[in-house]
Structure formats: C-alpha cells, structure tokens
C-alpha cells in the first residue's frame, strides 16, 4: 500500500519559514519524480515545485523561485520543500505527489498523493 505522509506545516510569519517533508513507502522511491502542490481557499490546485528521481532537474513556480527549495533522499525515502521569506499568499493546504518516471506540471498526472499539510502565514 503506497503512502506519502506530510509534516511540518503550521503558522509562521510573514518573512520566516518553514520546513516541509513527505515521508513515501510502499513504492520505490528512486523510480519516481516527486512534486509539491498547493491548494488555497477556494482555489485550484497549483504546483509549486518538482523533482526528478535522481535529484538532478528541479522545477519552480515563478511565485515561490528564490524562496522555496525542494530537494529528495532517496536513501530516506523522502522529499522536502524549504521555504524562506513566507508571505500570506503562501498560505495553503500543501500536498506531496509522485509520478511514475518524470515530473509534470499537471496535478492530474500524479499517480499518488499525500493527504496535505496546512501552512499559514500571518502578516
């Protein structure tokens, strides 16, 4: 059974950060890109950030570059998201999801989901 569990949302100030993570299990995690979505009030699910299997290609929303950072330990099955400098626009439920083989900027082309963490920045 495939599971990718969140951690590490919460309420954070504008202009502080925090530290995403997504534990996956029940797949082999090296064969999959890895993405982060978000998902504000009464929005449509948005991509945030992806990565590659091995790490190598990453892909950033225009909103979150230079802010945000995602990265992969294959070894602990796991992919994160850093993000710096919060705004309240960032506030959203964030959701990990993985894709067989390659990344897509597509939400409906992931093949598993996390069942989302929420983020909240005050101003």
């Known amino acids: 059974q495939v599971q990718l569990v969140e951690s590490g949302g919460g309420l954070e100030q504008a202009g502080g950060s925090l530290r995403l993570s997504c534990a996956a299990s029940?797949?082999?995690?090296?064969?999959?890109?890895m993405a982060w979505f978000r998902q504000a009030s009464g929005k449509e699910r948005e991509i945030v950030a992806a990565?590659?299997?091995?790490?190598?290609?990453?892909y950033y929303a225009d909103s979150v570059k230079g802010r945000f950072t995602i990265s992969r330990d294959n070894a602990e099955n796991t992919v994160y998201l850093q993000m710096i400098s919060l705004t309240p626009e960032d506030t959203a439920v964030y959701y990990c999801?993985?894709?067989?083989?390659?990344?897509?900027?597509?939400?409906?082309?992931?093949?598993?989901w996390g069942q989302g963490t929420q983020v909240t920045v005050s101003s």
């Open positions: 999801a993985a894709r067989w083989f390659d990344f897509t900027l597509h939400a409906s082309e992931y093949d598993y």
């Open positions: 029940g797949v082999t995690f090296s064969n999959y890109a």
């Open positions: 990565i590659s299997r091995s790490g190598g290609r990453t």
